[in-house]
């Protein structure tokens, strides 16, 4: 059985294997949803999204990094993943390729392939805190490069791209005519490092987010695309034909949830806090990769020099002590011998995995 589905299964797991936030969604959504739905705001909407609502998202665009986002380029969508698929659909030709950086999320591969794309990667180095190496890219890059798809904060790294790392992709994009397309759906559980639009550097390029994980709102599937003036029309009509639209009542619960804000400051206090504790941890274990997590809520291990795989180690680690980890081939060769832990579960959760694990370190 898979560790994953395993985890799920077994009684008194500690759950480091999640990737969504433990705190609650703004009590503002839950009321708007509720009265939304009683009010019969259930019907669809408009492909794009509710007006109110788009208006909340660019307002949030002006707010966060002091950038204009006009409303004929947002779209809403049923969570960030259809998003991501939209924009996969408009931007590969078959046979054409993406870069992604090594370690990537791990279905970014998947998305790509079924626009009938190749991928190539970029590998990033947990030495330099994975900011990505510019040259790496521009060699990358070449004829049959549709996109380039970014993800800070990363998941499952945690790092945050350096706005000047930000600056040189957004540029490289430019002068290659490659489609820039940047994941921000960890915008804002950035604790150690300021994470950087792509928006604050150009028009031309792709967002996606979302109210997943900054509102803690993983299951009431609403994301959005921000597209580039010139693929409006093409998204457009992916989303018309592909989507229809976002539930109703969860737009008018997300627009609540935007405009209001989640109180970040104190869950990214609370995540630096769990991250210190975890890093210190894998310090006293031996695994620990040499870099900082600066955001997200995930910490990759070095489990290369324990016995068997990344997926024998994650499943032992898992039957001896009841502590759950993402085994890392899946999120690419950098991430192969690696788990990944995520900080997303509780503080009391965590010292108990750390409990435990201090225990298996000490007797193996
Ligand atoms: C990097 C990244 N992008 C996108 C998603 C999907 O988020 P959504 O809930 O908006 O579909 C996830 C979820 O884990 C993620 O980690």
């Known amino acids: ?117 190749e991928t190539t990667t970029v590998e990033l180095d947990p030495e330099t805190g994975f900011e990505p190496q510019i040259a790496d890219f521009e060699a990358a890059v070449g004829p049959e490069t549709a996109g380039l798809l970014i993800n800070s904060p990363a998941n499952p790294t945690g790092a945050v791209l350096s706005p000047e790392s930000v600056e040189a992709l957004v540029d490289l994009a430019e002068r290659t005519g490659t489609r820039l397309i940047s994941d921000e ?85 609370t995540y630096r806090e769990r991250r210190d504790l975890l890093l210190d941890a894998a310090r006293d274990w031996g695994l620990d990769m040499g870099y900082t997590p600066a955001g997200a809520y995930y910490l990759l291990l070095d489990v290369s020099s324990l016995p068997g795989d990344a997926f024998e180690v994650a499943d032992r680690i898992l039957e001896e002590t009841g502590v759950a980890m993402t085994p890392g081939p899946d999120f690419g060769t950098q991430a192969e011998n690696t788990l990944r832990a995520s900080f997303a579960t509780s503080t009391a959760d965590i010292e108990e995995a750390i409990e435990r694990l201090d225990a298996y370190f000490e007797s193996h």
């Open 1 to 117: 059985m898979e560790v994953l589905e395993k985890a799920g299964k077994l009684d008194d797991v500690v759950h480091l294997e999640v990737g969504e936030p433990d705190f609650e969604p703004p009590a503002i959504a839950r009321e708007v949803a509720s009265e939304s739905a009683a009010h019969g705001e259930v019907s669809y909407t408009n492909a794009r999204g509710k007006e109110s609502l788009r208006e909340a998202i660019s307002d949030y665009y002006e707010r966060q990094y002091g950038v204009e986002v006009p409303l004929n380029r947002i779209f809403v969508t049923p969570g960030s993943s259809p998003a991501l698929l939209a924009v996969m659909l408009d931007v590969v030709d078959p046979g054409s390729e993406v870069v992604l950086t090594d370690p990537h999320y791990a279905p970014y591969p998947n998305f790509v392939r079924q626009a009938e794309g």
């Open 185 to 269: 759906i960890y915008h804002g559980l950035d604790f150690d490092a300021e994470a950087h639009s792509v928006l604050e550097y150009t028009d031309d390029a792709f967002v996606l987010d979302g109210v997943s994980k900054r509102y803690g709102m993983t299951g009431w599937r609403l994301g959005w695309i921000i597209a580039p003036p010139d693929e409006e029309q093409a998204i457009n009509r992916l989303v018309q034909n592909f989507l229809i639209c976002a539930p109703n009542h969860v737009q008018d619960a997300a627009e609540a949830a935007i405009r209001e804000g989640a109180g970040l400051d104190s869950i990214r206090d």
